[in-house]
Nanobody
């Protein structure tokens, strides 16, 4: 069983930055693709970014240039650096892990096998 724990959320003013972290209790972390999703109240969970064990990254088109995903396989950790935050970035941010994933479906919730509990990000205007 894989356990994912997110941290780093909080309250930030518009234009500010946050760095989210997710640590995984799993053997062979580098074999998992890792993703970040977010869900705002009343909305569906949406894809933010993903990264393969090799380091290949994928982003939601609307977030490219502001968000950066990275991972440290030695620490079983994945990160999401969020810059120039906007009030519409307010959401619960989830970390997810997938053993097998295809590039065309990297943004699909159904492709991920394990999920964390989420960390709240609130951006004030």
């Amino acid at each position: 069983q894989v356990q994912l724990v997110e941290s780093g959320g909080g309250l930030v003013q518009a234009g500010g930055s946050l760095r989210l972290s997710c640590t995984a209790s799993v053997v062979a972390f580098s074999t998992y693709a890792m993703g970040w999703f977010r869900q705002a109240p009343g909305k569906e969970r949406e894809f933010v970014a993903a990264i393969r064990g090799s380091g290949t990254t994928y982003y939601a088109d609307s977030l490219k240039g502001r968000f950066t995903i990275s991972r440290d396989n030695a620490k079983n950790a994945v990160y999401l650096q969020m810059n120039s935050l906007k009030p519409e970035d307010t959401a619960l941010y989830y970390c997810a892990a997938a053993l097998v994933i295809t590039a065309t479906r990297v943004g699909s919730v159904a492709e991920y096998d394990y999920w964390g509990q989420g960390t709240q990000v609130t951006v004030s205007s």
